[in-house]
């Protein structure tokens, strides 16, 4: 868990770039799934980079304890220790796009959404990836 942070942690001065962080976890700027992907490596619980799309099908079914993986097609985000790390501006999509904690709470997902809970174990970190359909 202190690893996924510190991941996080690390990437909250690094820009917005499309792509960043798909080739290799170490990159100038990180989109989304880069940016996922980079902490999800710092943890232990991935060895490449994933797309939102592979975020889709990643891990098993069941309950998250400290890593929530959000992933719709284009889209990824989690939350982390109760913490939403998103590349998407809180403030209605004005802001700037980047990777970066947001204590604001957003609603994760509206009603009419196909929610699908899965967990990946390893280590003793659970991840619990919800994917979504709008």
């Known amino acids: 868990m202190k690893r996924a942070i510190w991941a996080a942690n690390q990437l909250r001065s690094k820009p917005y770039r499309y792509g960043g962080g798909h080739k290799s976890f170490k990159d100038h700027g990180y989109d989304c799934s880069g940016t996922i992907s980079y902490v999800l490596?710092?943890?232990g619980l991935i060895s490449t980079p994933m797309s939102s799309t592979?975020?889709?099908s990643y891990g098993e079914r069941g309950a998250?304890?400290?890593i929530t993986i959000y992933a719709r097609?284009?889209?990824t985000f989690a939350v982390i220790a109760g913490l939403r790390l998103d590349t998407?501006?809180?403030d209605r999509y004005t802001g700037k796009w980047a990777p970066r904690w947001q204590t604001v709470y957003?609603?994760?997902a509206t009603s009419g959404c196909?929610?699908?809970v899965k967990s990946q174990l390893r280590s003793g970190l659970v991840a619990k990836i919800v994917r979504w359909r709008t």
């Open 114 to 116: 196909d929610l699908q």
């Open 73 to 75: 097609e284009g889209h």
């Open 64 to 66: 998250g304890k400290w």
């Open 41 to 43: 490596a710092a943890a």
């Open 54 to 56: 592979e975020f889709r």
């Open 106 to 108: 957003r609603p994760t």
């Open 88 to 90: 998407t501006p809180f």
